[in-house]
């Protein structure tokens, strides 16, 4: 007995473990946990249906507690409750919305839906009152801009939060009379400044709260610390008071380091977070950031954004005896797409060594911040690595960090005098004189600067774990990133030209690209318990995805030639805005915008 128990919990073979299952209980979850979302059935899955009915962009899904039903939000301000294994309509619930519809939830069970919309109202009908076109049970009017999420508490089926591009973020309770903007419960008032555009709640501890807005900070908020207040309805600055300033112990920054430093000052026009999403757990937050890539935020390991600043404040690390390489044969490559190891060896110094050096090559999105990072991680672990304080210290060169890096390189002078005239150390020196740091900082120049309490706590950020390439987010600002699986250990988006891309959460690597839509795939929601998960985007139809049977049929949805989608969306994310927007709409830019060259039209719809 004690064999066949042997290392069950990290078995993912599915017969084994249901063989575990009869000899111990604690099996069974782990088994339901490992077979929703295995290795075999995310390589197997496919298209299983499209779901016709709507007659505009399907712009939010949301499955039912239970997993029976599906509800699709549109443009057509319709929302369509679906059977998604019998592939049919249940009803089609008409709303008052004269906006596009942009999230849909169910409150207490399936009989109750709220919606939020672009005409600036939240409203919740029943169902059947909405067929018999009753009048709603709430239709809240406490927003002055377009509402673009709604979260629920798992642990308060009547409470549940709106946020709109107003900055606000309000409160219901169902079980409290509403009146608007007299009763109105203000949560979070980020100010007229900040468009809100994503809020979800921790599963397992609900008093956390995480907003996303039109800047690249997540904010995690203890709401457990907060009084809610009245609405000021106001995007007239002279009409609306600011905002009071945020008590730091009630709220936590989260964001990419590069881009916390860069932003710290300004309210940035090319960032958003679009979507945020906990595991299970609520020990993770994933982000996918518009305009850049989509981030793994560990709520409880406090990595701060300056631990690359102040190498005097290294933390102590166990120093580990340097390996030459992860592999007896001396073989260790890395791989473009994930910039992770196909064989990953965590003790080795040459993984990240080398992981490091392929992204200062590379050069895509964050890549010369995750670069730095590695680097410093050698550092950490086996101090007496030369090369990695150099690879760092260029690392920050090119990010123009001048300050930083000329910190580095007296420390790493300082700590192995010997390298003083070297030519390495030399050469550093140069590149160090030649970075053109700007006379003006940008907080200086640019309009909408934020206030000096504000910018401390942006400066008080914490770091991501993993980052998360592939996928192209600019067009749109509701496209989403969730787990997969109920143990989370994949990764799933979609992309601005129409691709699904699942990842393995713990490699980074890229494990499925799938087409998903004719132009962009904005949302893709795993169903609860089962291997299945449905997108949406700018088609009209809702798709469905499951594991495909094992007939030998060709899969015609599947991406082949993955790293050139890659790098060519990581090239659109550096677009001018205008050609991106071109880009999505089906044109080729043979140059750039403005070099005279011409736009050429290409077909949108890809051949299945």
Known sequence: MESKLKGWRSNRNVLKLMQCRELNSE??????????????????????????????????LEWSPNGLHLAS?????????????????????????????????????????????????????SVVGALDKSAPLLDCACHIGRVKRLATAPDQPTLFWSAGEDGLVVQYDMREPHECPTQSKVLIDLSFKSE??????????????????????????????????????????????????????????????????????????????????????????????????????????????????????????????????????????ANGISGDLFERSDDCACFYMKRALKSYQRKWMSDLYGAARDYLHVIQYWPDHKQAYIGLIKCLIALKWKEEAGTWLKYFVKVYPEVENT?????????????????????????????????????????????????????????????????????????????????????????????????IVNCIQPHPSACVVASSGIDTAVKIWSPSPEDGKLNSRIVKSIP?????????????????MLASMGYHIEGGALDGSSIQEVPTCRPS
């Open 73 to 125: 939000g549109s443009d057509d301000t319709n929302v369509i409750l679906w059977d998604p294994f019998r592939h049919k309509q249940i009803d089609v619930i008409p709303t008052p919305h004269i906006g596009n519809i942009f999230s849909v939830k169910f409150l207490a069970d399936e009989h109750v839906i709220a919606t939020a919309a672009g005409d600036c109202r939240v409203v919740v009908q």
């Open 196 to 333: 809100i555009k994503c809020i979800a709640v921790n599963p397992t501890k609900p008093h956390y709260i995480a907003i996303g807005a039109n800047d690249c900070f997540v904010r995690l908020y203890d709401r457990r610390m907060i009084k809610v207040s009245m609405a000021n309805l106001s995007f007239n600055p002279s009409k609306r008071s600011p905002p009071q300033p945020q008590n730091s112990d009630c709220v936590q920054y989260y964001a990419a380091g590069h881009l916390a430093r860069e932003n710290a000052g300004v309210m940035s026009i090319k960032l958003s977070v679009t979507y945020v999403a906990f595991n299970s757990a609520g020990s993770e937050m994933l982000v996918n950031v518009g305009g850049e890539q989509i981030y793994l935020f560990d709520v409880n390991n406090n990595r701060h954004i300056n631990e690359l600043m102040i190498p005097q404040y290294l933390p102590k690390r166990p120093q580990l005896s340097y390996k030459s390489c992860c592999q007896p044969n001396g073989l260790c490559d």
């Open 564 to 580: 050139t989608v890659v790098e060519t969306n990581q090239h659109r994310m550096c677009m001018d805005p205008f050609e991106s």
């Open 423 to 519: 030519a390495q150390v030399k050469l550093l020196v140069e590149e160090l004189q030649g970075v053109k740091v700007m006379g003006v900082k940008m907080e200086e120049v640019w309009p909408k600067k934020v206030d000096e309490d504000e910018k401390k706590i942006r400066l008080d950020s914490y770091d991501f774990e993993k980052r998360y390439l592939g996928h192209c987010n600019t067009t749109t600002d509701i496209k989403e990133a969730n787990f997969l699986g109920d143990d989370d250990s994949y990764i799933c988006a979609g992309s601005d030209e129409g691709i699904i891309f699942i990842w393995d959460k713990r490699t980074m690597e890229i494990v499925r690209a799938l087409f998903g839509d004719n132009s």
């Open 27 to 60: 099996a069974a979850k782990v088994l339901k946990q490992r077979s929703q979302f295995s290795d075999t059935f995310i390589k197997r899955l496919g298209l299983e249906a499209e779901l016709e009915g709507h007659q505009g962009c399907v712009n939010c």
